[in-house]
Every structure is written in structure tokens, then in C-alpha cells.
């Protein structure tokens, strides 16, 4: 290989289309039997704000989870939504739904 295509090599190519789809199928699947224990254990018409807060929460993971899907499908997975560099591929075998490098991530919240 040479070095220009070692270079063009996105970090989803590193981990490979099936690898990241796995991850966020794993990541996804953990969040809603989160979800349903979450809900599960709340009281009909509780208005607890933990419990809240932590559906709320586990919400927006899965929505994360679903649009780093869509950047799958798009071929864009691994690719800073903000400026556009490549997510390190260590970043994205952590937190598979990553959209941004971590650079940009500090600079968002």
C-alpha cells in the first residue's frame, strides 16, 4: 500500500463498515434495555426527575445512535460532522456514535 492511500484511509475504513454497524447495534440495543428497565421500575404517572433526566438522556444516545447510522449508510461514519477530519478510529471503537473529533467535541460540550 502505498503512503498517499494509507492516508486516504478513513477511520471507518481502519474499522471496517460491519465492525462500526455492530457497535451501534450493541450500543443501541444496551440503551433500550435501559430504557425499558428505566420504565419498567417507574411508577404509572411518576414525575420523578431522575428517572426523567435518565430517559432523557438515554434518548438523545439513541438518536446520536441512529443519525451515526445514517453517516454509515451516507459513507460519511467517521468523519468530524464539524470540521470535517477523520474521528480517530481509537475514538470511535469507544463511543461508536461519535460525530465529532474530540477537538471539536471540547468546543461543543
Not at 35 to 59: H, K, M, V, W
Not at 80 to 106: D, F, K, M, S, T
Request: proline share 6%; net charge negative; aromatic share 2%.
Amino acid at each position: 500500500m502505498s503512503p498517499d492511500a494509507a492516508r486516504a484511509e478513513t477511520p471507518a475504513d481502519r474499522i471496517g463498515a460491519d465492525d462500526a454497524r455492530r457497535r451501534l447495534v450493541h450500543e443501541r440495543d444496551a440503551r433500550l434495555a435501559q430504557l425499558t428497565a428505566i420504565e419498567g421500575e417507574a411508577p404509572p404517572g411518576s414525575t420523578d426527575a431522575l428517572l426523567t433526566a435518565q430517559t432523557a438522556a438515554i434518548r438523545q444516545v439513541l438518536a446520536e445512535i441512529e443519525q451515526a447510522e445514517a453517516r454509515l449508510a451516507a459513507g460519511t461514519y467517521g468523519t468530524c460532522v464539524r470540521c470535517a477530519e477523520p474521528v480517530p478510529a481509537e475514538r470511535l471503537e469507544i463511543l461508536p456514535y461519535a460525530r465529532c473529533c474530540v477537538g471539536c467535541q471540547e468546543h461543543t460540550g
